[in-house]
C-alpha cells in the first residue's frame, strides 16, 4: 500500500539513486518493485508541464515611449488602446537609452510627421522582406553594419518599433530576433495610434550616432530552411501551422499543415491580448499550457503573415517556433524540381 509521490520522473529517479546509495546492498528487484509502486501526481505533472511564459510585455504601449512622458495629461483616453500587459520584463528598461525606429515605407511619412527623436529606418538600407541569411537576402553583416550605423550599441536598453499598424513591424521583429537582438518591441497601433491618443508630431530630423561596438549572437534555431522543412514533413517531426487566407489554405497546402490565419491575432491594427491568443490556439487543437509538447513551425506567402503570428505565438509564450521563410512558394517549387533531403545542399546549409 506504500504509493510515492514525485512532480515528475527526474525526482523519482534522483530518490531511487539517493536510496540505492545508501543501501548499497539493496537488490535491485527492490528498487524494481518501487518504481512499479510509484505513482506520478497528475496535477504537479501538469505544473511541472506548464512551460509557457508570458511576454506580453513585448508590446509596448504609448506611454512605454520616452517622447510620451510630458505629454500623459493631452492623451486622448477615449482613443486611446492600451495593450493588456500581463507580464513585466525582467529588468526595468532605461529610458533615456531607449531607441524608437520608424519603419514606415515611405519617407515623405517620416518627413512630414513622427515621433520624436525616432530614427528613420530605409527600405533601401536593407529590405526586410528578403529571405533570411540566404545568397541575395538578409545577411548578419548586412543588419549588423546597418544598425551600428544607426547608432544601436550594446548599451542601448531596448529598441521600440513602429509602422503605420502591425505587418511590417512583426517582421523587422522576427529578422532583428533572429540576428540576435533581446530586447525589442513592438507598438501597439503603431502611429496612427499615436495620432488618434492625441500625441505630437514631430518633423525635426535626428541625424543618428554610429555606435562603436554591438554584439549580438544569431538564434538559427528559428529559421526553418527548405531542406529541413522536407525532412520535418517526411518524418513528421513538427506541426506546421500556415498562417494564410482560409481560401488560400484550401487552395494549396503542406501536408499535414493546419491553418491558423494570421489575421486572428490582430483587430484593427491592435494585437489581441496574451488570453485571447492562447485561445484561439487552443481552439485548433494545441496545449496552451504545455509548451514542451512539440516544436511548430510557420509558414506563409512572402513571409508576410508568418510574421504577425511568430511575433504572437511569441509573446503567448510559444517558444519552440521557427519560420520556414521562403513559404508556400519555395515548397511548391521543390516539389517541381523534386528537391530531396540527401543532395548536396542539405550539407551546404
Known amino acids: 500500500n506504500n504509493v510515492f509521490y514525485f512532480s515528475d520522473l527526474g525526482s ?12 548499497p546492498k539493496e ?12 505513482r506520478v501526481n497528475p496535477a504537479l505533472m501538469r505544473m511541472h508541464a506548464r512551460r509557457l511564459t508570458d511576454r506580453s510585455f513585448r508590446t509596448a504601449n504609448l506611454l512605454d515611449v520616452r517622447a510620451a512622458q ?31 525606429l520608424d519603419i514606415r515605407s515611405k519617407q515623405s511619412d517620416f518627413d512630414k510627421g513622427h515621433i520624436k527623436d525616432a530614427i528613420y529606418l530605409p527600405r533601401n538600407r ?14 548578419f553583416d548586412k543588419v549588423y553594419n546597418t544598425f551600428l550605423e544607426i547608432g544601436v550599441g550594446n548599451d542601448c536598453s531596448e529598441i521600440v518599433l513602429y509602422d503605420d499598424a502591425g505587418e511590417c513591424v512583426c517582421r523587422l521583429w522576427y529578422v532583428l530576433r533572429y540576428f540576435g537582438f533581446a530586447n525589442v518591441r513592438i507598438l501597439n497601433g503603431g502611429y496612427q495610434h499615436w495620432l488618434k491618443a492625441g ?22 534555431t528559428i529559421l526553418t530552411r527548405p531542406t529541413q522543412m522536407l525532412e520535418n514533413v517526411q518524418h513528421r517531426r513538427s506541426k506546421i501551422i500556415d498562417t494564410r487566407s482560409p481560401s488560400e489554405y484550401k487552395a494549396s ?8 490565419h494570421a489575421a486572428q491575432f490582430m483587430k484593427d491594427g491592435y494585437f489581441k491580448p496574451v488570453h485571447d491568443i492562447r485561445e484561439i490556439m487552443r481552439a485548433q487543437g494545441f496545449d496552451p ?20 503570428a ?39 546549409r
Do not use: C
Not at 513551425?297 to 510574421?307: A, F, Q, T, V, W
Open 253 to 260: 497546402r503542406i501536408p499535414g499543415a493546419v491553418n491558423v
Open 199 to 220: 500625441l505630437p508630431e514631430d518633423t525635426t530630423v535626428v541625424a543618428p550616432t554610429p555606435s562603436k561596438e554591438l554584439s549580438l549572437k544569431p538564434t538559427r
Open 310 to 348: 511568430f511575433y504572437a505565438l511569441s509573446m503567448a509564450g510559444f517558444d519552440r517556433l521557427s519560420l520556414y521563410d521562403q513559404g508556400i512558394s519555395n515548397w511548391q517549387l521543390n516539389q517541381e524540381q523534386k528537391l530531396t533531403i540527401d543532395q548536396e545542399e542539405a550539407f551546404q
Open 70 to 100: 510630458s505629454f500623459q495629461k493631452e492623451i486622448s483616453m477615449q482613443n486611446y488602446h492600451p495593450f493588456m500587459h500581463t507580464s513585466k520584463p525582467d529588468q526595468e528598461r532605461d529610458l533615456s537609452k531607449q531607441m524608437v
Open 12 to 23: 523519482l529517479k534522483q530518490n531511487l539513486e539517493k536510496r540505492n546509495k545508501q543501501n
Open 126 to 139: 536593407f529590405d526586410f522582406y528578403d529571405y533570411v541569411d540566404t545568397k541575395g537576402g538578409i545577411t
Open 27 to 38: 537488490e535491485m528487484s527492490h528498487i524494481l518493485r518501487m518504481f512499479q509502486r510509484a
Open 289 to 308: 499550457e504545455n509548451n514542451s509538447m512539440g516544436h511548430i513551425i510557420l509558414y506563409g506567402d512572402k513571409n508576410r503573415g508568418s510574421s504577425v
